[in-house]
């Protein structure tokens, strides 16, 4: 299969995955997880500062409850681009092939962004955007939010999914509390 018709299919996948707000078969795994949706910064109940460094995160895990809408600040502070994404395992997986056709397309380039390959079209009105609800991508230096309704699942995890950084341990543990939130 060509790349760009790879590339098409992957983000048709995600795109449909993600804009419902959950992950429901989205990329063949047939776990029906569902992740949470897009949230609503009026309706936070706390906000969660996360640094981005090369390549960890501060802090490592977070508690979340079910129902729970949270505002994450997410800083990079490393010398790389990363991203903060929220997800299972299998679903950062199947991102990671997303994220290498970025890198060999020339749109993440070590510690910058070509903003304009990523509005390239890649068929059928695709393009490289990383512009999913649950997710940012970042240069050095920049921060953004990110806000999440959580609804409980038995394995999330936030992960950086630039090629490598995973594999190096970019990753945390999203753990549920059902007895309240953490403040």
Same mark, same amino acid.
């Given at each position: 299969?060509?790349?760009? /018709?790879? #590339?098409? /299919?992957?983000?048709?996948?995600?795109?449909?995955?993600?804009?419902? +707000?959950?992950?429901?078969?989205?990329?063949?795994?047939?776990?029906?997880?569902? $992740?949470?949706?897009? +949230?609503?910064?009026?309706? /936070?109940?706390?906000?969660?500062? !996360?640094?981005?460094?090369? @390549?960890?995160?501060?802090?490592?895990? $977070?508690? !979340?409850?079910?129902?729970?809408?949270?505002? #994450? %600040? %997410?800083?990079?502070?490393?010398?790389?681009?990363?991203?903060?994404?929220?997800?299972?395992?299998?679903?950062?997986?199947?991102?990671?092939?997303?994220?290498?056709?970025?890198?060999?397309?020339?749109? $993440?380039?070590? +510690?910058?962004?070509?903003?304009?390959?990523?509005?390239?079209?890649?068929?059928?009105?695709?393009?490289?955007?990383?512009?999913?609800?649950?997710? !940012?991508?970042?240069?050095?230096?920049?921060?953004?939010?990110? %806000?999440?309704?959580?609804?409980?699942?038995?394995?999330?995890? #936030?992960?950086? @999914? !630039?090629?490598?950084?995973?594999?190096? +341990?970019?990753?945390?543990?999203?753990?549920?509390?059902?007895?309240?939130?953490?403040?």
């Amino acid at each position: 299969m060509k790349r760009s /018709a790879f #590339f098409a /299919a992957a983000m048709t996948l995600s795109a449909t995955a993600f804009a419902a +707000g959950s992950h429901s078969d989205g990329h063949g795994h047939g776990q029906g997880a569902v $992740i949470g949706e897009p +949230g609503q910064a009026s309706e /936070a109940t706390r906000t969660i500062s !996360v640094e981005m460094h090369d @390549n960890y995160y501060e802090p490592e895990a $977070i508690e !979340v409850q079910p129902g729970q809408t949270v505002r #994450f %600040v %997410v800083e990079n502070k490393g010398n790389l681009v990363h991203e903060f994404n929220l997800g299972t395992p299998e679903m950062h997986e199947s991102h990671q092939k997303e994220m290498m056709m970025m890198v060999e397309h020339g749109v $993440i380039q070590g +510690g910058k962004l070509n903003h304009d390959m990523m509005s390239m079209d890649m068929g059928s009105g695709h393009t490289m955007k990383h512009d999913d609800p649950n997710s !940012v991508l970042l240069e050095p230096g920049e921060s953004r939010e990110v %806000v999440w309704k959580f609804s409980e699942t038995a394995n999330l995890e #936030f992960a950086c @999914n !630039v090629p490598g950084h995973y594999q190096a +341990g970019m990753y945390g543990e999203v753990r549920f509390n059902k007895a309240g939130a953490e403040k």
